[in-house]
């Protein structure tokens, strides 16, 4: 038996308690919250499943059962476990003494399907002529950030932008735990890796972005930015490197963009602030806020926003392009939102006609502007 099976087998076995949730599509995320308590999130809402484990070693015994697989080590000393199960499940672990009252195990479902701008559309999560605009921005080579909270389906809405990405570029995707699948067939793909007790063997998301500078992308797509590699990611869509993807935990773009500049400075390299500043400014040009609405579970797109350098105060200059606006509830309770053009043109609104992209323009015809020779 190949070893891959002998995983899937394992899996079954130890997570024996949870399998039918992790059979079944419509659950997106699993959370464990002791042997004796399983919420799951179904179509946007948190679920008392009633389910349990046997035991809290039994619990304890699936986790180390998964690190084992995977090659990392839980303990005691080492509290925390990042991993994946054989479907590409993503798994988060805590076990005490960091876990006070219990064991935590949170399981991230891996969609078999990745979403499409199309499929957003159909979720009321963003609006056809957006979808359009944000598929030339992908074709101009505009830095994106995809801000966002926890749970709101950045890295999805990250996998749809990014099929606007040209098939024939040269795309590296690097992240701490694998969650993206590609369209495009020239993309390779980089993985962290967590070291041994002596710290030997580690890899980090930001080791992984400095090597890949040396493989000759296209494209660099960062699953998540969270440590120092915000410097190297900023500084390279700065040196030449544009149409870079990544996503960010912030409740709004100014407050990205604030975030990026103080993960920036986590760096090992000292940099003053308005240096740092100044960086995320150049760097930056379009960040696309996603929200997660607890009224009915759905996740929205709220705001296109360009950054547009910093003021006199020294201060982050945004200007939103899109804007979601609620227009009720449907019959079932369902929000409805509209993302909608602002009317205030980005700064680069003649760029698709001066590349050869205007046949490309259908429905933001208003969005951007040809600048014809008078």
Same mark, same amino acid.
């Given at each position: 038996?190949?070893?891959?099976?002998?995983?899937?087998?394992?899996?079954?076995?130890?997570?024996?308690?949870?399998? $039918?949730?992790?059979?079944?599509?419509?659950?997106?995320?699993?959370?464990?919250?002791?042997?004796?308590?399983?919420?799951?999130?179904?179509?946007?809402?948190?679920?008392?499943?009633?389910?349990?484990?046997?035991?809290?070693?039994?619990?304890?015994?699936?986790?180390?059962?998964?690190?084992?697989?995977?090659?990392?080590?839980?303990?005691?000393?080492?509290?925390?476990?990042?991993?994946?199960?054989?479907?590409?499940?993503?798994?988060?672990?805590?076990?005490?003494?960091?876990?006070?009252?219990?064991?935590?195990?949170?399981?991230?479902?891996?969609?078999?399907?990745?979403?499409?701008?199309?499929?957003?559309?159909?979720?009321?999560?963003?609006?056809?002529?957006?979808?359009?605009?944000?598929?030339?921005?992908?074709?101009?080579?505009?830095?994106?950030?995809?801000?966002?909270?926890?749970?709101?389906?950045?890295?999805?809405? @990250?996998?749809?932008?990014?099929?606007?990405?040209?098939?024939?570029?040269?795309?590296?995707?690097?992240?701490?735990?694998?969650?993206?699948?590609?369209?495009? $067939?020239?993309?390779?793909?980089?993985?962290?890796?967590?070291?041994?007790? +002596?710290?030997?063997?580690?890899?980090?998301?930001?080791?992984?972005?400095?090597?890949?500078?040396?493989?000759?992308?296209?494209?660099?797509?960062?699953?998540?930015?969270?440590?120092?590699?915000?410097?190297?990611?900023?500084?390279?869509?700065?040196?030449? !490197?544009?149409?870079?993807?990544?996503?960010?935990? +912030?409740? &709004? $773009?100014?407050?990205?963009?604030?975030?990026? =500049?103080?993960?920036?400075?986590?760096?090992?390299?000292?940099?003053?602030?308005?240096?740092?500043?100044?960086?995320? +400014?150049?760097?930056?040009? @379009?960040?696309?806020?996603? +929200?997660?609405?607890?009224?009915?579970?759905?996740?929205?797109?709220?705001?296109? &926003? =360009?950054?547009?350098?910093?003021?006199?105060?020294?201060?982050?200059?945004?200007?939103?392009?899109?804007?979601?606006?609620?227009?009720?509830?449907?019959?079932?309770?369902?929000?409805?939102?509209?993302?909608?053009?602002?009317?205030?043109?980005?700064?680069?609104?003649?760029? $698709?006609?001066?590349?050869?992209?205007?046949?490309?323009? !259908?429905?933001? =015809?208003?969005?951007?502007?040809?600048?014809?020779? =008078?």
């Amino acid at each position: 038996m190949a070893r891959q099976a002998i995983f899937e087998a394992s899996v079954q076995y130890f997570l024996d308690p949870i399998v $039918p949730l992790l059979n079944d599509d419509s659950v997106s995320e699993i959370m464990v919250n002791g042997h004796e308590e399983i919420y799951i999130e179904r179509a946007g809402k948190l679920v008392h499943t009633g389910l349990r484990f046997a035991s809290e070693d039994a619990l304890l015994s699936a986790i180390h059962n998964v690190a084992q697989w995977v090659g990392r080590e839980i303990s005691e000393e080492h509290p925390v476990l990042d991993a994946r199960l054989p479907d590409g499940s993503r798994v988060h672990a805590v076990i005490p003494p960091s876990a006070r009252t219990g064991i935590y195990l949170t399981i991230r479902k891996f969609t078999r399907e990745a979403l499409t701008m199309e499929n957003l559309v159909a979720f009321g999560s963003l609006s056809e002529d957006a979808v359009e605009f944000l598929d030339l921005c992908v074709l101009l080579k505009k830095n994106m950030l995809i801000s966002g909270g926890t749970g709101t389906g950045k890295t999805v809405l @990250l996998g749809a932008i990014s099929r606007a990405i040209p098939a024939e570029e040269r795309i590296v995707v690097i992240e701490d735990t694998s969650e993206l699948r590609m369209m495009q $067939p020239h993309t390779l793909y980089l993985e962290a890796r967590h070291g041994d007790r +002596a710290g030997h063997g580690t890899l980090t998301v930001r080791d992984l972005f400095v090597n890949s500078l040396r493989m000759r992308p296209d494209r660099i797509v960062v699953g998540e930015v969270r440590g120092g590699e915000a410097l190297d990611l900023i500084q390279s869509m700065i040196s030449g !490197h544009a149409g870079s993807l990544s996503t960010i935990h +912030a409740n &709004t $773009p100014l407050d990205a963009l604030i975030r990026l =500049e103080t993960l920036s400075l986590m760096s090992d390299v000292q940099i003053p602030v308005y240096v740092a500043r100044a960086q995320v +400014a150049s760097a930056i040009d @379009l960040i696309v806020q996603i +929200a997660r609405f607890t009224e009915d579970g759905s996740r929205k797109i709220t705001r296109i &926003t =360009e950054a547009v350098g910093l003021d006199e105060n020294n201060q982050y200059q945004t200007i939103d392009l899109y804007r979601s606006r609620l227009h009720g509830k449907t019959k079932e309770g369902r929000l409805i939102s509209h993302l909608e053009p602002t009317g205030q043109p980005p700064s680069f609104a003649e760029e $698709p006609f001066e590349q050869g992209l205007g046949e490309k323009i !259908h429905l933001t =015809e208003g969005v951007w502007k040809r600048n014809d020779p =008078e």
